[in-house]
């Protein structure tokens, strides 16, 4: 089948792409790559290519922005997670 067959909508490349560089960074940490190491490394290269690979600095800064932006909400979101978490092992 031709992967032209296939097509798939923004959200789910986004989460296909998120998938696949967390089982990297996974990869990374079980090789014994330390996780400061692999952040810099990944992100220099996905910057790099960010940079590289957009018309002016002015769409690569505005990903970048969306970026920052989607990660504060995923802290935040595994934040209140964890929290929950703890608060129902305390009620029981």
């Known amino acids: 089948m031709d992967p032209e067959d ?6 789910e490349e986004y989460l296909i792409a998120a998938s696949q560089i967390a089982k ?11 996780q400061n190491v692999a952040m810099e490394g990944a992100l220099t290269q996905l910057l790099t290519q960010l940079f590289m690979g957009n018309a002016s600095q002015a769409e690569a800064l505005g990903i970048l922005a969306s970026c920052l932006s989607q990660a504060s909400e995923n802290t935040e979101k595994f934040e209140d997670l964890i929290i929950g978490m703890i608060d129902n092992e305390n009620v029981h």
């Open 6 to 11: 296939f097509s798939l909508d923004e959200d």
């Open 24 to 34: 990297v960074m996974k990869a990374l940490d079980e090789g014994g790559v330390s």
